[in-house]
């Protein structure tokens, strides 16, 4: 019975390859019988797929945490507005541009904003920033990640200069969605603003977390379904990990070997889209990151701020955080022992 259905399972992994996507059945059966074998044979045709598009290389992204303040009060969330006993900050513009000077002077092209949804960076003065950024570094991609916004502000920030922003719906399911997020967030909104920035000509990026409470199996296969729906040019999955003073600070963290499971599956669904090998997954599993690329990942988060700042933008437990004691070319060194190279050019 077992190696029938490994058999089954490879015969998924196969139909995947060529078609880009499974029945909702499918999926859902290839995620509940996972097993060493389909895996390596997925990653196989993951690292295959990946070769094909993009051949060894990778991008470097540098994350830039500019405020850790939010109106929101998500459960999941260390930055959660109820949370006081986080260290809130605002880097100001000087601060701000001189992460990124550092981060070019060591070879960083794409420059991730992100902050938690915070009222003080209106559309206004968000603007500056932006246009600051775009000015000093015209040769790199602004990629932002600072929640929901309204279509005229999205609008006004890739005029200035941004190309590419991530919003993940985070569940495609609308009760998993709301046992995640503050009451005064919703789905429809959500995806709205998903499709609204790719019409508006953004790169766009979606994604999820792996192993969040009362989350199934079945969410998963809904989750990869919408995302085919939707056709991210970007695409983030992430493990859960428990936030201190939150609603799910006793929960067991997400499966750090399903994220990448689920990686190499994204990979054959979206061939020419950025994967994206996030830095929790360095506090799931050692070598989080590395490991990724092995399964289809393309580009790599690297924090460009200092530990006060990394550890004071806690989405996560801090004590759980693995610090990034090496310097980004050691890292990129790191990554091209394992076979790949890192490019340093935009990616757009």
Not at 110 to 118: A, H, R, Y
Request: net charge neutral.
């Amino acid at each position: 019975m077992e190696k029938i259905m490994g058999e089954i399972m490879q015969e998924h992994v196969d139909r995947l390859m060529m078609l880009g996507t499974l029945s909702a059945d499918e999926f859902t059966e290839l995620l509940r019988y996972r097993n060493a074998e389909t895996t390596e044979y997925l990653f196989q045709k993951a690292e295959e797929v990946r070769k094909q598009q993009f051949d060894k290389e990778v991008y470097l992204w540098g994350r830039l945490p500019f405020s850790n303040y939010c109106k929101n009060d998500c459960n999941y969330c260390g930055l959660r507005r109820s949370n006081r006993f986080v260290k809130r900050y605002r880097m100001n513009m000087k601060e701000i541009l001189q992460y990124c000077h550092e981060g070019y002077r060591q070879g960083i092209r794409n420059f991730l904003l992100e902050s938690g949804t915070d009222f003080y960076f209106s559309e206004a003065n968000f603007a500056e920033i932006v246009d600051a950024v775009h000015k000093h570094f015209p040769d790199c991609t602004i990629i932002l990640n600072v929640g929901d916004h309204t279509k005229a502000a999205y609008l006004h920030w890739m005029h200035l200069g941004a190309g590419a922003a991530m919003l993940s719906h985070d569940a495609s399911n609308e009760l998993q969605f709301k046992r995640l997020h503050s009451a005064n967030m919703s789905l429809l909104r959500r995806k709205q603003g998903m499709w609204e920035l790719q019409e508006m000509g953004y790169h766009t990026g979606t994604g999820f977390l792996v192993g969040t409470p009362y989350q199934t199996i079945e969410n998963v296969s809904k989750d990869l379904l919408f995302m085919k729906q939707f056709m991210p040019q970007m695409i983030q999955i992430a493990p859960f990990l428990a936030a201190k003073h939150t609603p799910f600070e006793r929960e067991r963290g997400g499966n750090a070997d399903m994220v990448l499971y689920l990686m190499a599956i994204a990979r054959l669904m979206f061939r020419g889209s950025i994967l994206i090998a996030d830095p929790s997954l360095e506090q799931a599993m050692h070598d989080g990151r590395k490991k990724a690329l092995q399964a289809g990942a393309n580009a790599v988060v690297v924090d460009i701020v200092d530990e006060a700042l990394r550890g004071a933008y806690a989405v996560y437990d801090e004590h759980t955080i693995h610090r990034q004691q090496e310097t980004i070319k050691s890292f990129e060194q790191q990554i091209r022992e394992k076979g790949y190279e890192v490019v340093q050019k935009a990616i757009m």
